[in-house]
């Protein structure tokens, strides 16, 4: 037994829609420009509801679009003050670490120079801080040797005014003879 088959307009692939017969290489490029055309009309009807929905929606999604905004920006500028913190702490440690290195540098620098020019002053014969020092303590232990001395002489020579003989009454100092001077003015 053999079935019969109903086909739909369109199906048969020599057929149109309207059920008549066509040529086939004919109606595969109709079939193709109807499809590009369909296409075309759904994309550009898209665009336009796309483009309603904006002008209706626009003040809403603007407003979302500028809060996101701002969230991001807020994350991307916290991030970067987040880095450029850390940054300055890399400068600022190597800036101490440099000053340090620096100093030390210069300290040395300044060592060496003093010892050269203490050397050339010591060749010329020019004392130093330490021989001024000790010449000082030199001065002062001198000076109490001649107060101990002063003080020594000056005992000594009242004793011999006040007369070591035990006489009250001594004889009266002859005084110079001045006559054969000429007269002072």
């Not at 030390?104 to 330490?130: K, N, T, Y």
Request: aromatic share 4%; charged share 30%; net charge negative.
């Amino acid at each position: 037994m053999a079935r019969k088959t109903t086909t739909a307009p369109g199906d048969n692939p020599g057929q149109d829609d309207s059920g008549q017969a066509h040529d086939p290489g004919a109606s595969g490029a109709q079939d193709a420009a109807s499809r590009i055309r369909e296409s075309a009309q759904q994309i550009w009807l898209a665009g336009l509801g796309a483009f309603a929905k904006a002008q209706a929606e626009g003040g809403r999604v603007f407003e979302t679009l500028v809060k996101e905004g701002g969230e991001i920006q807020r994350k991307t500028q916290a991030a970067a003050e987040e880095h450029l913190e850390q940054a300055s702490q890399r400068m600022a440690g190597m800036a101490t670490g440099f000053s340090s290195r620096a100093s030390g540098e210069w300290d040395r620098l300044g060592a060496l120079f003093e010892d050269r020019v203490a050397r050339a002053l010591h060749r010329l014969g020019i004392p130093d801080a330490q021989d001024i020092a000790d010449l000082q303590a030199r001065i002062a232990e001198l000076e109490r040797e001649v107060a101990g001395l002063r003080r020594q002489g000056a005992r000594k020579s009242a004793g011999r005014r006040a007369g070591d003989t035990g006489e009250t009454d001594a004889a009266p100092r002859r005084r110079r003879d001045t006559s054969d001077e000429p007269d002072k003015p």
